[in-house]
C-alpha cells in the first residue's frame, strides 16, 4: 500500500489529466502512470490527492553540497567553477545499477533533510560564490516543478542552472523544463533498447529523442555520460554504434564521458569496470570522430583532459577535479592556434578544485 499523502506535502503539480474511468494520468514522464485516490507514481513523490495531482517534495532536499563542476560531470561548461549541488527522493526509473539508490529509491522522506524555498536556494548560492545550481542525486525531472521555479530564482541573480538527467521526459514538460536549462548531463546508459527495458525498466528511443532536442531546438549546453558495465554495455560494437549515432545527430562537438561501474544495489555480483575498458571506448569514440571523450570514475590523466581537435594541444589538464593547467583564451580559444573549444568559457583566474563542502540551507537562510 502507497504511504499516505500528509498535507505538507501537497504541492499542486503540473502535466496530468483525468481519465474516463475516474482515474487521473500523469504526463510528465513515458510511464503515464494512472493513479486512483490516494496512489503514488512509479518515482513515488507524484500522487493523487482528490481529483488532482501533487507534488510531494517540492522544497524539500536530501542534501545540499558545494562541488567542482567536473563531478557532474560537465568539463565544458565553465571548467574549474564550483556548483551548489541538491536532489530530492524518487525516480521515474528503475535501474538495477544504481549509485545514488538510497535517495533515488527511497520510499521514506526521512532523507528529506533540509528544506528550502527557491529564493533561499539562490540566495545561498550567490553567498557561497557558486556560478551555477544543479539538480542532481536523482534524477530532477520527478520535481520539475520544484527545479524550474529554482531555476527562475537563480536566473534572477545571474546563476546559470545545470540538470542531471536521464533524460526520460514527455514532449511538453520537456520544453518547460530545459528552457530553465544552461546546461544538463544527459546519462546514455546504453545503446539497446533491451538494455534499458531490462536493466531501467524504460525506453531508448525516447532518451534518444530528447538529446536531439537539446541539440536541435535548444541553447543547453549538454554532455553525455555512459556508465559502462561490464557485460551488460560495454561491447566494441555497442559503442561504435552509439557514437556513430552521436556523431550522426547530435555533432562530433558533444563531450561524451565513460564512466566506471562499480557493484551497486542489484548487480552486486558484476565486477567493476577496469580501466582498460574505459580506454578502449574512448578509442573507439574518438576514431568514429568525436572530438571531447573522457574517462570518469577512474585515475586517467589523459581521459580527463580537453585536447584541442584542431591542433592535438591539451587545453586543459585535470587530474581527477583539479585542474592543473589551462590554455584557454578568455572566449573559449586554445592558445596554441586561436581554433575555438565547444563550451561555455570565461576569464578563467582560478579554480574550486577537488572539494566536496556539505552546507545546510534551511537552517542558515
Not at 549546453?221 to 561490464?230: A, G, Q
Not at 562537438?253 to 557493484?263: K, N, R, T
Not at 544495489?265 to 569514440?285: D, F, G, M, Q, W
Not at 590523466?301 to 584557454?328: F, N, S
Request: charged letters at 25%; hydrophobic letters at 35%; one cysteine or more.
Amino acid at each position: 500500500m502507497d504511504e499516505p499523502i500528509s498535507v505538507a506535502e501537497q504541492y499542486p503539480a503540473k502535466y496530468w489529466h483525468q481519465l474516463s474511468d475516474g482515474r487521473i494520468q500523469c504526463d510528465l514522464c513515458p510511464r503515464d502512470c494512472r493513479l486512483h485516490e490516494g496512489q503514488r507514481g512509479a518515482c513515488f513523490v507524484r500522487g493523487r490527492v482528490g481529483d488532482a495531482m501533487v507534488l510531494t517534495t517540492y522544497g524539500r532536499s536530501s542534501g545540499f553540497c558545494v562541488d567542482p563542476i567536473e563531478k557532474k560531470p560537465l568539463n565544458q561548461f565553465y571548467p574549474g567553477s564550483s556548483v551548489l549541488s541538491f536532489g530530492t527522493a524518487g525516480c521515474n526509473l528503475a535501474c538495477k545499477f544504481c549509485q545514488n539508490w538510497d535517495i533515488s529509491k527511497s520510499r521514506s522522506f526521512d532523507k528529506l533533510l533540509d528544506k528550502a524555498s527557491p529564493e533561499a536556494i539562490a540566495r545561498y548560492a550567490e553567498k557561497l560564490g557558486c556560478k551555477s545550481v544543479a539538480f542532481t542525486y536523482n534524477d530532477p525531472v520527478i520535481f520539475a516543478e520544484y527545479a524550474m521555479d529554482v531555476a527562475d530564482a537563480c536566473h534572477a541573480k545571474g546563476i546559470k542552472t545545470v540538470a542531471v538527467t536521464a533524460g526520460y521526459i514527455h514532449a511538453q514538460p520537456r520544453r518547460d523544463f530545459f528552457a530553465r536549462m544552461d546546461a544538463a548531463n544527459v546519462d546514455l546508459k546504453a545503446f539497446t533498447d533491451e538494455f534499458y527495458v531490462k536493466q531501467t525498466g524504460s525506453h531508448l528511443q525516447l532518451v534518444l529523442e530528447t538529446l536531439k532536442y537539446l541539440k536541435h531546438e535548444t541553447d543547453v549546453w549538454f554532455e553525455l555520460t555512459t556508465l559502462l558495465i561490464p557485460g551488460l554495455n560495454d561491447s566494441s560494437q555497442e559503442i561504435s554504434a552509439m557514437s556513430d549515432w552521436i556523431v550522426k545527430e547530435l555533432g562530433v562537438d558533444v563531450p561524451l564521458h565513460f564512466s566506471a561501474f562499480h557493484p551497486d544495489y542489484k548487480l552486486n555480483e558484476i565486477p567493476s569496470t577496469p580501466v582498460e575498458t574505459l580506454i578502449r571506448a574512448r578509442k573507439i569514440a574518438l576514431d568514429a570522430g568525436l572530438q571531447y571523450v573522457y574517462t570518469g570514475n577512474v585515475h586517467n590523466l589523459e581521459g580527463d583532459t580537453t585536447y584541442c581537435p584542431a591542433c592535438g594541444e591539451a587545453v586543459i589538464v585535470r587530474d581527477w577535479y583539479e585542474i592543473k593547467q589551462y590554455h584557454l583564451t578568455q572566449d573559449g580559444r586554445c592558445e596554441n592556434c586561436n581554433a575555438a573549444i565547444a563550451g561555455r568559457f570565461e576569464h578563467f583566474s582560478g579554480q574550486f578544485g577537488r572539494q566536496r563542502i556539505p552546507v545546510r540551507i534551511g537552517a542558515a537562510v
